[in-house]
């Protein structure tokens, strides 16, 4: 997945374009810049390749999830869905608004069960957030159904699922909303930084202004720009977003080593009996980024895991066991560990996470392995590791 991997003569050329005039802000200095406007050029780029109307850069994933539930207005004591098996920036970024995180849990495909968040939905909810986690998604059309009935927001992560679609469709396009991230280990990288995607005209001025102190953009005078409403400062530099165009550039190229390398690893362990992959809903397509499977038992997953490692196999998660992923380890949430005070709000709607059953969860990731698919790899490589992976779970299912 990661596009660390592939860097070179792109990115150096597009990171000269800035330094060559030295303007490293994304907005004013127009006569200084050459003409370089690289967060505008990504922007659009952006947009063109996720058939999508409105792109806003931001400096993370973290602040594209953040900024995205700020344009549509989520704020204090609301609540937002989002599954247990995820990354822990999806609750921080509700956090960092007052909203309330609702756990959900996850079916075969290791994003949130529609059936799970029709139960979850109270007259507080106002965004269905679902995660495509390692590069596959979840069951949209259902959880569109649920939106469309209750009234409320769908919101993509695909911050590791870019370039993965949906019945024909760029996964991050299909909700109100979608986040990207491009960060050091993700499928196309800029160092830090992350987009929001949207069809919505209101949703995007809302972004951009927020996404910058407030900044209403009107005219070139920053100094005079009014400030309609009270925003934050989740600017992207203009370093970051010219690594960004470089990489965007390559993405179908990325894409494509990706699901060649994938076929040749899955077709391989498809002889191995009792190994049953991740359920990919139908009309999707994944982004190839990692090949997930199950073993029959949760014993028998870690000790697949431990034995990949021990043959040389690297690149096999864990999740079930893993502080970042997964909600069992998330106890710094789960405790209400923070700095300060949390808002009221949090604390009074915040469910005991302490005492909660995801057994169904369990039951899914407790029994998962997720193998990062890598660029760098050669063909011999690959065959190799698909050779030593059937060997390994063989012996063991
Ligand atoms: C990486 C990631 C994020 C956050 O992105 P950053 O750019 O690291 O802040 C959010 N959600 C998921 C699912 C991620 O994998």
Redesign the pocket.
Known sequence: MPGFELFGEQEQKQVKDVLDSGVLMRYGFDGMRNGHWKAKELEYALAERMQSKHVHLVS???AA?TVALASAGVGAGDEVILPTF??V??FESVLALGAVPILVDVDDTLTLDPSAVAKAITPNTKVIMP?H?CGSMADLQKLQELCDQHGLLLLE?A??AIGGSYKDKPLGSIGDLGCF?F?YV?TITCG?G?AMITNNGTYYGNAHKYADHGHDHIGNDRGAEAHPFLGYNYRISELHAAVGLAQLARLDEFLGIQKRHYTIIREALEDVPGIQFRTVPAGGEENYSFLNFFLPMEEQAREAHQKLGNEGVDGCFYWFDNNWHYYRKWEHFTHKKSLGKLPKDVLEALPDYTQADFSASDHWVGRNISCLIKLGWSEEDVRNRARAMANVLGGIV
């Open positions: 993370s994933g973290t999830l995820t990354f920036a999806s995660v986690m992560d911050c590791q991230s960060d993700k830090e992350g």
